[in-house]
C-alpha cells in the first residue's frame, strides 16, 4: 500500500518525500477533525451524566 | 496479475516489465494486511491523543469565548435592583451561559462558564446545567455535570474535593459559596447529620442524586451537585460530589473581587 503510494507520488526523492508529508499531514487533520468528532460522540464512555 | 514468463536459463528474478521484481502474491498480500494493521494501530493512538489533548485545546478556545461572553452579558444586564437573586431571572436558554463555577481545590483560579443543558453539545464546552435542577443559590439542587477526562476535563480531579472545600458560583450579581459535605476536621463524607454524603458513587440511573434534596426528599436546603463519570476514562459508574450553601449569597456590589474563599 505504501509502497504503491510511493511509486506514484511524482518526482525525484525529495519532491515524493515532501509530498508524502503533506499527505500524511492531510490524513492526520481529516481524523483529527472530522472523523473523530463525529465517531466520539457514539462511543459509550462519555457518559457523565446521571438519567434513566 | 501474470507473472512475467521466467527464463530458466537466467539467474534473474522475475520482473514486471518495467523491469521491478515482484514478490509472490502471498507475501504482497501479508505486506498489506501488516501495513493496515499498523496504520489501525497509529489511527487508535491518535484517538487517544485527540481525547485527551486536542479536545482539551479546543474546549480552552470555547471556554474563553465562553467568558467573554457571559462578561459580556453581565455588563449589559441592566442592574438588578440589590439583592435580586437569579432565580428571579430565571434560567438562561438551553446553551447560554448560566453562571461561572469556580473550585480552588482543583487549581488556582480554576474556573468554568457552566452552561444550561446537559446534552453532548453543552458538555464539550463546559459543565452542564441539569435542565430544570435548582439555581445558583436557590433551595434545591443546583446540579452540574461534567467531562472527567478529555473536552478541558474539568472534573478530572473532583475525587480530590474534600469535606469543607469551597465551590464557589459566580453569577451575574453575587457570589454563591457552597461547602462539600462532610466533617471537615475528619474527612469524613459521611458525616453530616442530614445524611446526605459529600461524595458517593453511584450506578449511571440513579436520578436520586439530583434529587431536589439529595437522596430523593423535599427541598429542604441550597445544595449543589456534581457529576462526573468513574473511574476515569470509564462511564461504568457516576461520582458525585454534593455541596450545601454556606450562608446567603454575596452581592457583587458589596464585594465585587469575591469572597476570600476563592483565594483557596
Known amino acids: 500500500m505504501y509502497g504503491w503510494i510511493w511509486r506514484h507520488l511524482p518526482g525525484n526523492s525529495a519532491s515524493r518525500a515532501a509530498l508524502a508529508l503533506v499527505l500524511v499531514l492531510a490524513v492526520v487533520a481529516l481524523l483529527l477533525f472530522v472523523v473523530f468528532p463525529w465517531v466520539e460522540p457514539r462511543l459509550p464512555y462519555n457518559d457523565v451524566t446521571v438519567d434513566q | ?264
Open chain 2, 1 to 264: 496479475m501474470a507473472e512475467p514468463e521466467l527464463d530458466v536459463g537466467q539467474r534473474v528474478p522475475p520482473s514486471d516489465p518495467r523491469g521491478r521484481r515482484r514478490d509472490p502474491l502471498w507475501q504482497r498480500l501479508a505486506r498489506g494486511a501488516g501495513e493496515l494493521l499498523v496504520t489501525a494501530g497509529f489511527v487508535l493512538l491518535l484517538f487517544v491523543v485527540y481525547e485527551v489533548y486536542v479536545t482539551d485545546l479546543l474546549n480552552d478556545r470555547q471556554q474563553d469565548q465562553l467568558s467573554e461572553e457571559i462578561q459580556q452579558q453581565w455588563a449589559d444586564q441592566p442592574p438588578a435592583a440589590p439583592g435580586t437573586p437569579i432565580v428571579e431571572q430565571g434560567a438562561p436558554g438551553v446553551g447560554e451561559p448560566l453562571a461561572v463555577l469556580h473550585v480552588p481545590r482543583l487549581g488556582e483560579d480554576w474556573s468554568r462558564v457552566v452552561l444550561e443543558g446537559t446534552a453532548e453539545d453543552q458538555l464539550s464546552q463546559g459543565p452542564g446545567h441539569y435542565v430544570g435542577t435548582a439555581l445558583p443559590g436557590q433551595v434545591g439542587n443546583l446540579a452540574l455535570a461534567g467531562h472527567r477526562v478529555g473536552k478541558g476535563s474539568p472534573f478530572l480531579d473532583a475525587d480530590q474535593l474534600l469535606p469543607g472545600d469551597p465551590i464557589v458560583v459566580e453569577t451575574a450579581d453575587a457570589w454563591y459559596v457552597y461547602r462539600v459535605l462532610g466533617g471537615a476536621a475528619t474527612g469524613d463524607y459521611a458525616a453530616d447529620p442530614s445524611g446526605v454524603p459529600g461524595q458517593q458513587i453511584v450506578a449511571p440511573s440513579d436520578v436520586s442524586v439530583i434529587a431536589p434534596t439529595p437522596g430523593g426528599a423535599e427541598a429542604t436546603q441550597a445544595y449543589l451537585t456534581l457529576t462526573t463519570c468513574h473511574p476515569k476514562y470509564s462511564a461504568r459508574q457516576r461520582l458525585i460530589v454534593h455541596a450545601v450553601l454556606d450562608g446567603a449569597g454575596i452581592s457583587k456590589a458589596d464585594d465585587p473581587d469575591g469572597p476570600p474563599e476563592l483565594e483557596g
